[in-house]
T-cell receptor, first 113, second 113 residues
Framework: QKEVEQNSGPLSVPEGAIASLNCTYS??????FFWYRQYSGKSPELIMFIYSNGDKEDGRFTAQLNKASQYVSLLIRDSQPSDSATYLCAVNPFSGGYNKLIFGAGTRLAVHP | DTGVSQDPRHKITKRGQNVTFRCDPISEHNRLYWYRQTLGQGPEFLTYFQNEAQLEKSRLLSDRFSAERPKGSFSTLEIQRTEQGDSAMYLC???????????FGPGTRLTVT
């Protein structure tokens, strides 16, 4: 089992729709969770982080965390073509002493006009 | 620009040569991380510094790889006797001591021919 799993996609959504990206993790002691956006050929850009169970909203983005189910998600409302990118889920595992991030392979999102 | 910077941005080298990359973190960040990313995968953790101390190294970091952060500011990553399998994007990230949010530089793309 991979430590952080994501559906590779592509996830295709029409402009203006809600994109829902999901991630599961294996280390139950993990404490912090991150979503990065990565455009092709570029480096990852931090867009959201969440530490507590529940929802956290920032503009068009909402991160959701359920530690009991070991599940993190990212919702993007009013999706725009400029949101087309790979979204990486990252976890700060307890086994790593919270000193590193373990990344999933990413979900490719395509927003079409 | 006060973000993480990396140099060079691209490096092409022949197999067997040594290469060195540099990372300058965000100025007030005392934690510095190196990751490696290959096509279609998320970044993989290589090593981590707090100030000048290298506190963790991944099993991925063979004895051909060495990293330093001599004065707790910039860091260098050296790969000796490069192999074609070393071809990847090498990413540097930094964070504040009491924060788990890591910010990435633009990366150095290494191609070993």
């Amino acid at each position: 089992q991979k430590e952080v799993e994501q559906n590779s996609g592509p996830l295709s959504v029409p402009e203006g729709a809600i994109a829902s990206l999901n991630c599961t993790y294996s280390d139950r002691g993990s404490q912090s969770f991150f979503w990065y956006r990565q455009y092709s050929g570029k480096s990852p850009e931090l867009i959201m982080f969440i530490y507590s169970n529940g929802d956290k909203e920032d503009g068009r983005f909402t991160a959701q965390l359920n530690k009991a189910s070991q599940y993190v998600s990212l919702l993007i409302r009013d999706s725009q073509p400029s949101d087309s990118a790979t979204y990486l889920c990252a976890v700060n595992p307890f086994s790593g002493g919270y000193n590193k991030l373990i990344f999933g392979a990413g979900t490719r999102l395509a927003v079409h006009p | 620009d006060t973000g993480v910077s990396q140099d060079p941005r691209h490096k092409i080298t022949k197999r067997g040569q040594n290469v060195t990359f540099r990372c300058d973190p965000i100025s007030e960040h005392n934690r510095l991380y190196w990751y490696r990313q290959t096509l279609g995968q998320g970044p993989e953790f290589l090593t981590y510094f707090q100030n000048e101390a290298q506190l963790e190294k991944s099993r991925l970091l063979s004895d051909r790889f060495s990293a330093e952060r001599p004065k707790g500011s910039f860091s260098t990553l050296e790969i000796q006797r490069t192999e074609q399998g070393d071809s990847a994007m090498y990413l540097c990230a930094s964070s504040l001591a009491l924060s788990y949010e890591q910010y990435f530089g633009p990366g150095t793309r290494l191609t070993v021919t």
